[in-house]
């Protein structure tokens, strides 16, 4: 079992191989995704949202990140770990970065990290690979961006942005990111950051013209309820199968049914 590196990436965007992405935050939903061949993990600070029940990504803190990682670094024994450095550990400035870099990389075992932002945050990337720490850039709707932007909405319609975001994406592989995340922004302009990029470009909301999608793990599992963009494909409805299975255990327990003959020393 071969791991995925950062430059098995580079030669599937060369191959045309398209890469399968998803976030993880335990180890043992990490174990099946793993198991199941996915090629690169990424321990997202979506965990705020969906393991702590937080309304946005702003809360989570660099510990608490370092607990999620290593708990998918202990199960990932293919895949390629990603750790999202969380809102306030690297935006101050670059020295900040490097130090909670490090501390993700040390503490939790991960492989590499990601970071939202574009020229803002070049002189802490730079700096983080200085370090020998590859980075995966972050750009269009960057959740810890949401009371800037004020909606959850598509980024990037208008020229301004598209062209900010082309610029932003250049500079990060000119910064030297191994790859970046382009979420929420329209098919078109994904499409053309992905021609104009060596590195992979990894969508979500982004449409088809990409090297490679990530989606929200209980997202597309449909542990999330209720939770139903456009861009997400719900390949279970876990929220219901679980529930039904649940319903059943209180059946049994409230009807003496378990545990039976069987089920007991
Ligand atoms: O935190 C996260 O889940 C992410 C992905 C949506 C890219 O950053
Ligand atoms: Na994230």
Known sequence: LKRITTHSLQEMKAGGEMIA???????????????????????????????????????????????HA?????????????????????????????????????????????????TEVRESVERIISAGIPVMGHLGL?????????????RAKEEAEANKLLEDARSLQEAGCFAIVLEKIPAKLAAKVTA????????????????????????MLGITNGF????????????ETIGGAVGEYIKDVKGKDFPGEREQY
């Open 142 to 154: 960057t959740p810890q961006s949401i009371y800037k932007f004020g909606t959850y909405t598509v």
């Open 21 to 67: 992405m998803l976030t993880a935050y335990d180890y043992s939903t990490a174990l099946i995704l793993d198991d199941a061949g996915i090629d690169v993990l990424l321990v997202g600070d979506s965990a705020s949202n969906v393991m702590a029940g937080h309304e946005t990504t702003l809360p989570i803190t660099l510990d608490q990140m370092i607990y």
């Open 228 to 239: 139903k963009p456009r861009f997400l494909r719900q390949y279970l409805n876990l929220f």
């Open 70 to 118: 290593s708990s998918v670094v202990r199960a990932a024994k293919r895949a390629l770990v990603v750790v999202d450095m969380p809102f306030g550990s690297y935006q101050g400035d670059s020295l900040e970065a490097l130090h909670s870099a490090i501390r993700i990389m040390k503490e939790s075992g991960g492989h590499a990290v990601k970071l939202e932002g574009g």
């Open 196 to 219: 104009m990029l060596d590195i992979p470009v990894i969508g979500i909301g982004a449409g088809p013209e990409v090297d490679g999608q990530v989606l929200v793990v209980n997202d």
